[in-house]
């Protein structure tokens, strides 16, 4: 797994949704997952966060300031750094 060093801030809201994504999951030793893309038959891409199990994921590891969390696609650093990762009614963002 590849490394970077990424200024990615969460928002209040998003250190609850994760903390409480975390303590619901029955994934031992948890890891964010941050994408871009649609799901399914949606017509629009955005973001979206999941977990994933730390020891078992492929991709690259991405540490910032606050926690560390995995992409698929290492394009994703430049629309990442120095942003804040906001969630709000379930709805994932990019500031």
């Known amino acids: 797994m590849g490394e970077f ?11 609850k949704y994760i903390s409480g994504l975390k303590a619901s999951s029955k994934i031992e030793n948890p890891i964010l997952g941050i994408s871009w893309g649609r799901w399914n038959h949606e017509t629009d891409d955005h973001w979206f966060i999941g977990l994933f199990d730390r020891d078992e994921c492929a991709g690259w590891l991405c540490k910032a300031p606050e926690f560390e969390f995995v992409i698929v696609n290492p394009d994703l650093i430049e629309r990442l750094n120095d942003r804040v990762l906001d969630i709000r009614d ?3 963002a990019i500031h």
């Open 5 to 15: 060093q990424v200024n990615l801030r969460l928002s209040d809201e998003a250190k």
């Open 90 to 92: 379930s709805t994932t």
